[in-house]
C-alpha cells in the first residue's frame, strides 16, 4: 500500500491543514512540501495517544479495513461506509466537511486515515481506499492476519445430515455421452438418470475438457481415452477443467437466473476467489455456508465485479423476469452464485461434503432426494479428495471397476456403475433405454436398437462378446440364438397395424379381386378376409356397389 506521504502528494494546501485540524496538530510549515512532512512526522503518534478518542464508529471501520489487508475496493467502501462529497477548494473551505463530515468515509479522508489511488491486483488496476502503510502498523488490535476465516464453524443443526462428496459425475458422463452419441432428445437424456449435474453444465464441462465437440456430438478416440482411464484420474481431469478454464461459465449457467448480451466476466478467477474464501475453513471442520456469504458480502463483495460495476450485467430473475441490477441485488446474483459453486460444482466434482438441517426427503428416489437436499444445503466440509483435486491430482479411495452385468432371457440387461464405464458405453449404443432403479442402469436388446447400432458401425458379434465377457452368467440361449440370427438375417418377425376386409361370401371376394379395386388389396386371409391397403375403403365400397353388393366402413376407418 502507499505510504502517508504518496497518499498526501497532490493535495493542496488548504487540505493539509484540514487534516492538520482534525488531529490537533499546529502545523509548522508554509507549502505543501514541508507540511506534508510534518504530517506523516505528527499522525503516527497521534493515532497512538488518540485512538481511544475516535468515535467507536470509526475504530470499527479501521479494524474492517485492516482485517482486509489495509484496502477495500473504493465503491465497496462507499457503499458500506458513505460516500466521500467531491469538492472544490473553493466550497471545501466555505462547507468545511471536516467538521460537519456526511459518513465514516469522509471522517476518515479528512484525518488522512484513509487514501484513494488505483493499485494493481490480478485483473489490472482497480481503484481502492486504503490505510497508508506506516499507518496502518499502528493501528491497535487491528493487523491483518493472513488466512483469517471467512465464516464460521456449523452449528450441530446446521450438519445434522452429511451427504458426502462422490464420483457418481462419472457415471452421468458416460450415461451422457452414449445418449448423445445415439441421437437421444434432451427430454429423453433428462428421464434417462436423475443427474445432479444438469446436462447444459455437464455438456459444457466435457466440451471444455475436448471430449465433446463443437457441435455438442462426443469425439470419438477422446471419449474412448476419458471411459477407459481410472475414476481417480477421470475425476482430477473433470475437476481440473472446471477448477481452471473459462469455458465453463457458471454465472451464466446457473439455475435461476437468465443471461442475456455479449457482456463478459471471468468465470475461473471468481471460483478460484470463492474456492480462497472457502479454504479458509479449518480442515475437517463443517463450516456454515450463509455465515461465509455474509462475510464475503461485508469483507469481499466485488469478487467477481471490475471496479464494483453492478450494472453492466444483463442477468434476469428465471421466476418472475426482472431485471437483476444493482448492489441491491447482491442476494440474488453474487451470493447465489456462491452459494451454487459450494452446493453444485464444488460438491458434483468431489471437492466438497455437504451438510443438511434435516434428512433428504423420504419420498423421493436416492439420488434425486439428495440432489434436492444438495440444493438446500447449509454447510460443507471439504472432502477427503479434496487436497489431491486442488493439486490436479488423482484422488486416492475411489472404488475401482469391475464387477459384472446381468441379462435376462427377455433381453433386458442391468448394468450397476462399477461395471467399466466403457463396457456401459458400448451395450447401451445397441439397446433401448429403460427407466434407472436405484443404482442399476437397465437396458432392452431390441432390433430396432441393433439396427440403429449398425447404422454407426457397430455389429451384433461384439455385442454377444461384450456380454459374454462381462456377464456374471452365461447368457440365455434363446437371446444368443437371436441375436445370432439377427446377424445373418436381420428382422424375422414384424407386428403391423392393418385393414381388413371382410365379405359374406366366397364369391363377392373372388368378383373383388378381378375388378379394378385390385391394386388396394393385399394378401388373403381366409376364404372371405383380405387385408387392404389403409385409407382406401370408400374406393373398395364404390366397386362393391358396382359389383352388386353393400358394405360399411368399421369404426375410425
Excluded at 32 to 51: F, G, M, S, T, Y
Excluded at 228 to 236: C, F, S, T, Y
Excluded at 246 to 251: A, K, S, Y
Aim: with cysteine.
Amino acid at each position: 500500500m502507499p505510504s502517508l506521504a504518496q497518499s498526501l502528494e497532490g493535495q493542496d494546501f488548504g487540505h493539509l491543514l484540514i487534516v492538520a485540524e482534525s488531529w490537533g496538530i499546529d502545523l509548522r510549515a508554509n507549502d505543501v512540501r514541508n507540511a506534508v512532512i510534518h504530517l506523516c512526522e505528527e499522525i503516527p503518534d497521534q493515532i497512538a495517544k488518540k485512538w481511544g478518542a475516535l468515535p467507536a464508529n470509526t475504530q470499527t471501520v479501521l479494524k474492517e479495513l485492516a482485517a482486509q489487508g489495509g484496502r477495500m475496493a473504493w465503491a465497496q467502501f462507499t457503499r458500506a461506509f458513505g460516500e466521500v462529497r467531491e469538492m472544490g477548494p473553493g466550497r471545501r473551505d466555505k462547507e468545511q466537511p471536516h467538521r460537519h463530515p456526511v459518513s465514516e468515509a469522509e471522517r476518515l479522508w479528512y484525518r488522512a486515515l484513509v487514501g484513494r489511488a488505483f493499485l494493481d491486483t490480478a485483473e489490472g488496476l482497480q481503484e481502492f481506499a486504503f490505510v497508508p502503510d506506516d499507518l496502518l502498523a499502528k493501528l491497535p488490535h487491528a493487523k491483518f492476519q493472513d488466512g483469517q476465516s471467512f465464516g464460521r464453524l456449523a452449528r450441530p443443526e446446521e450438519r445434522a445430515h452429511q451427504i458426502p462428496a462422490s464420483d457418481r459425475i462419472l457415471d452421468e458422463a458416460c450415461t451422457l455421452l452414449a445418449g448423445l452419441r445415439i441421437g437421444l432428445s434432451g427430454d429423453q437424456l433428462k428421464e434417462a438418470e436423475p443427474w445432479r449435474m444438469p446436462i447444459p453444465v455437464m455438456m459444457a464441462l466435457l466440451t471444455a475438457a475436448r471430449i465433446l465437440g463443437e457441435d455438442g456430438k462426443p469425439i470419438p478416440e477422446a471419449t474412448r481415452r476419458f471411459l477407459e482411464v481410472d475414476r481417480g484420474k477421470a475425476l482430477a481431469l473433470l475437476a481440473r477443467t472446471w477448477l481452471d478454464g473459462d469455458e465453463v461459465n457458471d454465472l451464466r449457467l446457473m439455475p435461476g437466473l437468465i443471461a442475456e448480451g455479449n457482456w463478459e466476466n471471468h468465470p475461473a478467477q471468481t471460483r478460484q476467489k470463492v474456492v480462497t474464501f472457502a479454504r479458509t475453513a479449518p480442515a475437517n471442520q463443517w463450516w456454515s455456508i450463509s455465515a461465509l456469504l455474509a462475510d464475503i458480502k461485508i469483507r469481499e463483495p466485488d469478487f467477481q465485479r471490475q471496479a464494483g460495476d453492478y450494472d453492466s450485467w444483463y442477468l434476469r430473475d428465471k421466476a418472475n423476469g426482472e431485471y437483476l441490477r444493482g448492489f441491491e441485488t447482491w442476494e440474488a446474483v453474487d451470493g447465489a452464485l456462491v452459494a451454487y459453486l459450494l452446493r453444485g460444482p464444488l460438491h458434483w466434482l468431489g471437492f466438497l461434503d455437504l451438510g443438511l438441517p434435516s434428512e433428504q426427503p423420504a419420498s423421493l428416489p436416492g439420488a434425486l432426494g439428495e440432489e434436492i437436499g444438495a440444493s438446500a444445503a447449509t454447510a460443507f466440509r471439504w472432502s477427503r479428495w479434496a487436497e489431491a483435486l486442488h493439486n490436479g491430482q488423482a484422488p486416492i479411495g475411489l472404488k475401482v471397476e469391475g464387477l459384472r452385468l446381468k441379462v435376462d432371457s427377455r433381453g433386458n440387461v442391468f448394468i450397476p456403475p462399477l461395471v467399466p464405464r466403457t463396457i456401459r458405453y458400448v451395450i447401451a449404443r445397441f439397446c433401448d433405454w429403460l427407466p434407472k432403479q436405484k443404482d442399476t442402469y437397465r437396458y432392452q436388446i431390441t432390433a430396432r436398437a441393433l439396427e440403429r447400432a449398425r447404422q454407426q458401425g457397430l455389429e451384433a458379434r461384439q455385442l454377444i462378446g461384450l456380454l459374454k465377457s462381462y456377464s456374471s452368467s452365461s447368457l440365455p440361449p434363446n437371446l444368443l440364438q437371436a441375436l445370432k440370427r439377427w446377424e445373418q438375417q436381420g428382422v424375422q418377425a414384424r407386428i403391423e397395424a392393418m385393414q381388413v376386409l371382410r365379405l359374406n361370401s366366397a364369391g363377392a371376394l373372388k368378383a373383388l379381386r378381378a375388378s379394378r379395386a385390385a391394386r388396394y388389396l393385399g394378401e388373403p386371409l381366409g376364404p372371405t378376409s383380405i387385408a387392404v391397403k389403409p385409407g382406401s375403403g370408400p374406393q373398395i365400397l364404390q366397386t362393391l356397389i358396382e359389383l352388386g353388393y353393400l358394405g360399411t366402413l368399421g369404426e375410425g376407418e
